[in-house]
Nanobody, 123 residues
Framework: QVQLVESGGGLVQAGGSLRLSCAAS????????MGWFRQAPGKERDFVAG????????NYSDSVKGRFTISRDNAKNTVYLQMNSLKPEDTAVYYC????????????????WGQGTQVTVSS
């Protein structure tokens, strides 16, 4: 049974940093794409960043490019999202996701999802 468990969310002031973690288990993720999404109240869930598990190739939304960094530790089966220069508009529930297809991942049709972790950025 595949499980994605996010952690690391919390409350931070604008300009601060947080690092989210996504611990993946239940299968081998070689060949998969892992990603982070976020959903603010009353809004749709949006793609934030993605990474190829095998090759480490990354992809970001324009809204976070230059501020957020996605990475993975294959030995720990964990994906990270380092978030710097946080803004109040980054406030959302952040979800980890996994899929074999990059298109499926980026369009929100990933096969596996975590339960989410809340990130709140105060002004």
């Amino acid at each position: 049974q595949v499980q994605l468990v996010e952690s690391g969310g919390g409350l931070v002031q604008a300009g601060g940093s947080l690092r989210l973690s996504c611990a993946a288990s239940g299968r081998t993720f070689s060949g998969y794409f892992m990603g982070w999404f976020r959903q603010a109240p009353g809004k749709e869930r949006d793609f934030v960043a993605g990474i190829s598990w095998t090759y480490g190739i990354t992809n970001y939304s324009d809204s976070v490019k230059g501020r957020f960094t996605i990475s993975r530790d294959n030995a720990k089966n964990t994906v990270y999202l380092q978030m710097n220069s946080l803004k109040p508009e980054d406030t959302a529930v952040y979800y980890c996701a996994a899929d074999r297809g990059l298109y499926s991942l980026k369009t929100g049709l990933a096969g596996y999802w975590g339960q989410g972790t809340q990130v709140t950025v105060s002004s």
